[in-house]
């Protein structure tokens, strides 16, 4: 049986040879100096993700009452319950937001309220739902979480999977010097041909009900990714000096 035909090369180091010197005018004229060396041309990537560094959790209260004044104040009793247990474990209050919307069914009086607080400690998060849920009872409805990334994380993760790229472009042309006895000198260009970013959603969980998915799932499935390649030229110096390589 024929083996099946390999695949093409790919070139991801190149050196080349110095170029020709350029003359320099008889006269000490100003002419520009001779290009330095020869040239190392490398293409590198890299791969990185980050998990979400927000969650937003919406709670619903709701009373309906024969006075207005009793559905009020049965809303308000909780709404301040669920402000202070916020508070007291280091929910800023900017990150929480009330809207009301107080309405009259029929013969009674029907006040709602949803609050949503934003959490950047998960932890602090699972405890003041919990608690919530453990002293409110079914009085309260909290929501599942929604996971997400603020611009400043997602800027983040683009600066590191750059910054990653390049270093491992670096390396990559290190190495290739190392191998022919040769140092490598500083970078000519540096150029990012290319960067990606996608969600971490998968195919298995989109055909699942959002509550059906557990709290690492929900993490999960917010967590962003981004690759980037990069190109990029170096000088070579020299031979590597021997005492070095000892190092």
């Known amino acids: 049986m024929a083996l099946p035909a390999s695949p093409p090369a790919r070139v991801f180091a190149e050196l080349l040879p110095a170029p020709a010197p350029t003359p320099v005018p008889v006269g000490g004229g100003g002419g520009l100096p001779a290009p330095s060396g020869r040239e190392v041309h490398v293409s590198g990537s890299a791969e990185l993700s980050a998990c979400p560094d927000r969650a937003r959790v919406s709670l619903r209260l709701s009373s309906r009452k024969g006075a207005a004044g009793e559905a009020r104040s049965s809303v308000a009793r909780r709404l301040e319950y669920i402000a202070q247990t916020a508070r007291q474990r280091g929910v800023p209050e900017e990150n929480m937001t009330v809207t009301e919307d107080f309405s009259r069914v029929e013969d009674t009086y029907q006040m709602e309220a949803e609050v949503c607080v934003i959490f950047s400690d998960f932890g602090k998060m699972q405890s003041v739902c919990n608690l919530l849920i453990e002293k409110l009872g079914t009085s309260v409805t909290v929501s599942p979480p929604h996971f997400y990334h603020t611009p400043e994380a997602a800027d983040t993760?683009?600066?590191?999977?750059?910054?990653?790229?390049?270093?491992?472009?670096?390396?990559?042309?290190?190495?290739?010097?190392?191998?022919?006895?040769?140092?490598?000198?500083?970078?000519?260009?540096?150029?990012?041909?290319?960067?990606?970013?996608?969600?971490?959603?998968?195919?298995?969980?989109?055909?699942?009900?959002?509550?059906?998915?557990?709290?690492?799932?929900?993490?999960?499935?917010?967590?962003?990714?981004?690759?980037?390649?990069?190109?990029?030229?170096?000088?070579?110096?020299?031979?590597?000096?021997?005492?070095?390589?000892?190092?």
């Open 157 to 247: 993760l683009r600066r590191q999977v750059c910054v990653a790229a390049v270093g491992n472009t670096r390396r990559k042309a290190q190495e290739v010097c190392r191998l022919f006895g040769l140092s490598l000198g500083k970078p000519l260009l540096i150029k990012e041909e290319e960067t990606k970013e996608w969600g971490g959603h998968t195919e298995g969980h989109l055909s699942n009900s959002p509550n059906s998915l557990t709290l690492q799932e929900r993490i999960q499935n917010a967590t962003a990714y981004a690759s980037c390649r990069v190109f990029a030229v170096f000088e070579i110096k020299g031979k590597e000096n021997r005492r070095n390589k000892l190092l």
